[in-house]
Nanobody
């Protein structure tokens, strides 16, 4: 079973940037479409960005389009989320996992907290 470990979160002011990383163990990573998700207090988990396995085609939620960039390094079984121009409403715990629209999820990791505050 693939294990996912997210990191890179923290406290940042509005307009700031963070880069999240997610390292996956297991041999299926390179063929799995992946996504970044977030869950704010009292809200459902939402999908914010996805990336396909081979071509690296990406999609974004409207709320992050133009500000976030997802990428992956299959050789190092890592997926990244570059977050720029952060807003208060980006505050959430961020998780990576498969793109669950097409593939069953791996076990969820612990996530990484992103807090945007002045």
């Amino acid at each position: 079973q693939v294990q996912l470990v997210e990191s890179g979160g923290g406290l940042v002011q509005p307009g700031g940037s963070l880069r999240l990383s997610c390292v996956a163990s297991g041999s299926t990573f390179s063929i799995s479409p992946m996504g970044w998700y977030r869950q704010a207090p009292g809200r459902q988990r939402e999908l914010v960005a996805t990336i396909t396995a081979a071509s690296g085609r990406t999609t974004y939620a409207d709320s992050v389009k133009g500000r976030f960039t997802i990428s992956r390094d299959n050789a190092n079984t890592t997926v990244y989320l570059q977050m720029n121009s952060l807003k208060f409403e980006d505050t959430a715990v961020y998780y990576c996992n498969t793109d669950t629209r097409y593939l069953a999820p791996y076990d969820w990791g612990q996530g990484t907290q992103v807090t945007v505050s002045s």
